[in-house]
C-alpha cells in the first residue's frame, strides 16, 4: 500500500519506506552490524572503475559511502576495511 506519485513514495499504513524500496544492507564493522545505504550501487559504481590496488579501492568506497551514509571519522579505517571485504566478495570483484 503505497501513497500515489504526488505525494512521493511511503507506506500508506506506516509512513515509512516500503521494504521493496529499502536500499539499506547491513555489514559487519568493527566488530557492529551497520547499515550501509546504497551499498549495492556503491560496489557496482567502484567496480567499474577496474581499480586492482586495494588503497585506492578503499578510498573510493569510503568517498561513495559518506555521500549517502553517515561515516564516524574516528571509524574510518574500520569502515574502508568493512567495505573492501564486502567488495571482494561481491561478483563483480576479480
Do not use: H
Not at 503505497?2 to 529499502?22: L, W
Not at 564486502?86 to 576479480?94: A, H, N, V
Request: with cysteine; charged share 40%.
Amino acid at each position: 500500500m503505497d501513497s500515489d506519485d504526488k505525494e512521493g513514495y511511503y507506506c500508506s499504513i506506516c509512513g515509512g519506506i516500503p521494504p521493496d524500496k529499502i536500499k539499506t544492507k547491513k555489514i559487519m564493522i568493527d566488530d557492529k552490524e551497520t547499515g550501509i545505504d546504497q551499498l549495492d550501487w556503491i560496489i557496482n559504481e567502484v567496480a567499474k572503475l577496474n581499480l586492482k590496488d586495494d588503497d585506492t579501492i578503499q578510498d573510493e568506497l569510503i568517498k561513495r559511502t559518506q555521500q549517502l551514509n553517515y561515516v564516524p571519522s574516528k571509524k574510518i579505517k574500520e569502515y574502508k576495511f568493512a567495505l573492501l571485504k564486502e567488495y571482494r566478495k561481491s561478483k563483480l570483484y576479480q
